[in-house]
């Protein structure tokens, strides 16, 4: 599985998701495309920003072109067809969290940093469309409701800092990840802390 492969992977599976919230908000095909796209590219532009990148290094003719497909066969799915969003909805957003943090882990490992950028990397990169996306649609980050986004990121960073590249290696990440999601969002995992109460 390599860098190519993963790319398209992720842009698919986020420009699904953000075009399936918009038809859930009943946005017109503005707001489809607006969603899809910001689902796909908008953790990339804040990981850019972050590891001072140039945010133009992340358009290529080849994914947009993907992107902007996928989202205009979306239009004409039928409308009462959403309902399967929640059934599939975290499928498709578990995919992109994987590729993309993936993406990101890597790249900050190709620019020599240490653990602790390649964690905010797969972090941003995997869960920031998805809260662009989220705030757009009018609703709670889902990043934000469920921890497990965050953990999962960091295990990704971890795994690429000790060296996982290798096309098998990169396709466990990713079939882990997407696993353990899938797992938390049926049995409803949720990492408490006690928070004092102020008297």
Known sequence: ???????????????????????????????????????????SIIRNIVLDIPVSAIWDRQSL??????????????????????????????????????QGGLLAKSLDHDLGIIMIACMFTGVGGGMIRDLL?????????????????????????????????LSIIVVLIVFIRMIAVNYKWMFTFPVKQSK
């Not at 409308?79 to 993936?102: P, T, V």
Request: aromatic share 16%; charged share 10%.
């Open 137 to 169: 649609a009018g609703r709670t980050p889902l990043a934000l409701r469920e921890e497990i986004h965050a953990v999962l990121t960091f295990l990704c960073a971890f795994c690429i800092w000790i060296g996982w590249s290798s096309p098998l290696e």
């Open 65 to 102: 072109l993907v992107v902007l497909i996928t989202l205009t066969a979306i239009l004409f799915i039928k409308r009462n067809w959403i309902h399967h969003w929640n059934r599939w909805g975290y499928f498709f957003d578990s995919i992109g969290l994987a590729s993309f943090a993936i």
């Open 1 to 43: 599985m390599t860098w190519a492969v993963l790319h398209i992977i992720g842009i698919i599976a986020y420009a699904i998701s953000g075009a399936f919230v918009a038809l859930q908000a009943n946005y017109s095909f503005i707001g489809i495309f607006v969603l899809g796209l910001v689902t796909s590219y908008g953790g």
